[in-house]
Structures are given as C-alpha cells and as structure tokens.
C-alpha cells in the first residue's frame, strides 16, 4: 500500500488509531479545524515546539524512522522537563516528500507513540501535507505546571550550586561517529549513539527539582552546555563559573576521546542535543537536594559549579586556572 | 546586516520585538524552554496547526513575505474561527535554507505580526532552524471557547441549512492566475490574487455564530466545498445536497471564467483556499441568523443547501437534477 493510494485523510485515519490514550478532559482530538480540550484551572499551561529539518537535523539513512519519530517528541518533552512541568498532549506536522513510503511514515508515528505512552501523553492533532524535497516534522507539546513551581531560566541567583541530571557530550561524540560511518567495534560507541538517537527526556527529574523550594533556575541541555549556561546567565543577569573536573564525563565518552585523541571537556561544553537538565539551586540547600534526587532516581545529581555576580562565564581548567568560556554550542545560523 | 552575522540568538531578540501585545495572563513568552500562560478556567482550550512549505504552498517569487506571514497565521486563525473560538497565542516554526536575507525573514514575521496585531494575538515563542532547500513555516494558534458554543464538524443534523459566510472559489482562480503568469489586466484579476493571497479569517463571523443556539457544525472551506462538505457530513454521519445556482460566485470569479472559458460552480465546489466558513444551522431558525447576521456584518450568508439523512452528497444543477458530488478538493498525497 502507498500514500498515494490512501491519500491524506485515509492516512490520517490510520496514525489516529492510538493517539488518545488520556481521554479525560478532550472533547474533540483529531479530526476537527482544532483539539479541544479542558485545562487544568489551577495550574500554569506550558506550550513548546521543535522542528527536525532532514538534512539539518536527521538524515534518513542515518536513523530509523521510529526513532525519528520518537526523537522529535523527546526533544520537546525535554522542554516541558526543564520548565519543570508535566507534559500534555503533542501535536505533529508532518512535511513528506516523495518517494517516502507509508511503512516509513507509519513507524515515525509508532516511534512517536511508544514514548508518548510511556508518559501518558495524548497525540490530539496536527498538519500532514506534502513537501518538496525534505521531510520535516514539527511537534508542539503542552504541558501544565504549578504557579510556584516553574523553573524558568531567569531565576538564577549569585550563589547558586549548578547541577547537571547526566553525562555530556555523548550526544555529540554519537553524532561524530554517525557522520564519520565510525565502525561500532566498542560497546562504549553503542551508548554514545544510543544517548544521540535516543535522548530521555528528564521530565520525572524536572518534575522533583521544580517541586524542591530552593531549586531556582533549568534549562535542557539542547545547544551545548556553554551555550545554555549562557542563556540563564542572560536571562538571570548573573555570571558562571564551571569546574573542567567536575563535569561529568561517562566512560564511554572517555574511551571515544582516548581512541581518537579528543578533549572529553571540549565535547561536553560544545557538544549539544544532551538533553539533561542544567539546574541552578541555593547552595545551602545542594546538599540535601542532591542526595534526596540520589535516593529518588539512583543517579547523582552533578555539581559542576556556581552562579557568580561577575557578569560572564568562566570554566576553571584541572590546574585551578580561569578562563573565559566561549560560546561554542549549536547555533543554526552562524557559520 | 545578515542571517549569519547576528546568529540565531541575535535573529530572535529581533523578531521578538511586538510579539507580546496582550501581556494580560502571560507568565513568560519567547526566551525560556516553553511559553508559560495563565489559561481562561470557564471556558475550553482550542489548538490548532499548519505548515506551509514552499513549493508546495507557495514560492518565493509569487508571494511577498509580508503577504506569506500574514497567510500563514490566517490560515490558522480560519481554523480557530471554524470552531466558532476567540484566538489567543500564536507560535512559529520557521526552517530557513542558505541564501534567504535577513530582511526577507523580518518581513514574514512583520506581515504576521500586523494580522496578529487586528485580532489582538500574541506570538509567545516557536522555534528557528536552518533548512536544506525548503523554506517551511509551522505556525500554531491556540483560542478559546465557551463550553456551550463549539462549533463542531460533526454536529450537523438533517435538515439543517448549510450557509456559506462568503463567496466561494476566488482562491482557487488567483492561484491559477499566479501559475500561469497571468498578466493581471482586469480588476477582477486583481480580486483573485487578493483572494489567494491575503486570505480574511472569519474570527468574529464564527465567534457570532457559535453564539447563536440553532447553528450546529461548522468547517472553514480550506480544501475546498466539496471536500470540507464530505468531512462535515462524515463527522455526521449524514448526507448533503447543494444547488449550483444559489453557489455564491464573486463577480470577479464569473469575469475570469468567461474570458478562459471555464465554469465557475466547478472552482467553486473544488478550489480551496477561501477559508469562508461553511456552516449548518436548524432550518427553523435559519432566516432570523441570516437576518441578524446580515445586520451585523453588512454581507450576506449564502444559503447554498441542506443537510439530508441520506448518506450522500448530491449537487443539483441548474435544471434541477441531482449528481452525486465527488469529493475534487485538495489531498496533499494523491495523484
């Protein structure tokens, strides 16, 4: 069967089956000119939205489509995770270009759908049309959040403990591995493009952090961790100050950066699509959070700093040495 | 100045700049990982969303920037109006290929931002990437609605009137126009173009007609009658029968149709794009909506059939015999 022989409303009827599986509170999901839907009249309503361009984003042969599909809800999730919410409902648009079989699109939406499960998120719309050349899929996802307890960027305070829920630089060094066709001949290289294909989304550990009185400020880790630390620092008119030695670095990114002579640090402060949580909280309470999130999640919560008055962002190399930290991470317009 | 001089991050403090013109509720809009928003507790939440990408929606010689940002938030909030809901938040995805000028980009968020500014909408946040070839905008708008006066697509009864809140294939002929480069020598050419390229949301024609009890569904004429007529009837489950002769054709449209020859009921049951709202309402009742809506708009609603409960839809011509009517609008995936 092919697309063309079903057409757009009979492929609509076919990625509906599954897509409401929270039905309280939805009047209409698709179908309609919109979803309607009640909203939570006590709670703050988050909306985001994420695009995959293919060529920019994702090639074809580079990543399954169910992944794909997966990948672009995740990304979205992960915003809903660092405002510290809970997420909703989703919401796709989908650009297809020709030639692109109905198999394929079916498994971007089972691949959307196996996580969108996993946190009991209703698919309730969207926009499926034709593209020129590359396919492009949009999600919104909204999500709710208590009026005390949104994590926003600009909260951070001088002072400030700065965590980070994992690892970074995976994603990147995952990425590097797929362009370069790297044989996967180590077990460390399967994590690696494991934590680039397949991102979690920390919305369970947002939703704990927002929850903790003394936890101030998030960002998902999606441009690199030199930008985002950025962003908060603008956004909350503060300085930063990052240990080289305390961010975190799995082994498998270590073994990567031993094989081909890389700097684990540079691949964690510039690498980007992390997607953790880069949270700032009081420093008299860190302790105390992070062991709490410990005995929650059986991860640590990583120190790898403070919020400074001192209006920019420093990285402090293994030698005890300052330096200015440049803004290395993804920015789509610049060269 | 170009895209790659300012960066992402200098792209987005530029546009942000009157995105936010109704402050009233909004907690955070563009510049954290989500929009963070107060929602109306009284009433249902409306959501809906489309993406124009070009070569399939437009190109980039035959429509303005302006006129394309305008469309893409029109189109959008035809869809709010069709649910008969009150507009509120707007958010854009735009994926932009190598080569466009950052003024082209300006002007596609200023032609939104001037729509946006009519209906009092703001634009919260969305997401920029670089794209390969095709530029595409996703633009999603959220509303609001009483919970008693949604207007749904399957709510339609037999019996009902179906009215049309305007004239019906103009879109369709500017398109044509545009495609063939057609030298615009007759104002009523220039009433087509207008048609295709600035469509008019019907916000406050749809907001008054959810509030009258007697009328029953609506669907705004995006893939054209005959088209957005089978999803009302199937949403339904009920039939419908329409009459050639009382199928609103613009003086413009008939103008066009004699000089190439064609016939106007035909662009009028399969063009799409008017983004009229095609309505059903109790025909007991229908004289006095007419009536007040006339009064209150200074345009006619067109009486152009009825909803019957026999499961087909059949068009009359103008010697009185029926024809089964085959659904000739837009299907992005067909031949």
Known sequence: MELKDIGEFGFIERICQGCLIRPNGIVKSIGDDAAVFKTAADRLMLLTTDMLVEGVHFTRDQISPFNLGRKALAVNLSDIAAMGGEAADAFVSIAVPGGVALDYLEEIYRGMKHLAAEFKINILGGDTTRANSDLVLNVVVTGYAAENAVLLRSNAQAGDVIFSTGFLGE?????????????????????????????????????????????????????????????IARESGVGAKIYADRIPVSASLQAFCNRFGYDPIQYALSGGEDYTLLVTADPQHADKIAATYRQRFGNPLFTIGEITDFGQIEWVDSQGRSHRLVQTGWDHFKD
Do not use: M, W, Y
Not at 187 to 203: G, V
Not at 206 to 213: D, I, T
């Open 171 to 231: 994603s990147r060094a995952g990425c590097d591995l797929l362009l370069n066709r790297t044989p996967q001949d180590q077990s460390a290289f399967k994590d690696l493009l494991e934590a680039h294909i397949r991102p979690k989304p920390c919305l369970r550990e947002g939703l704990f952090l927002a929850a903790q009185p003394h936890v101030h400020a998030a960002i998902d880790i999606s441009d690199g961790l030199s930008s985002d630390l950025g962003h």
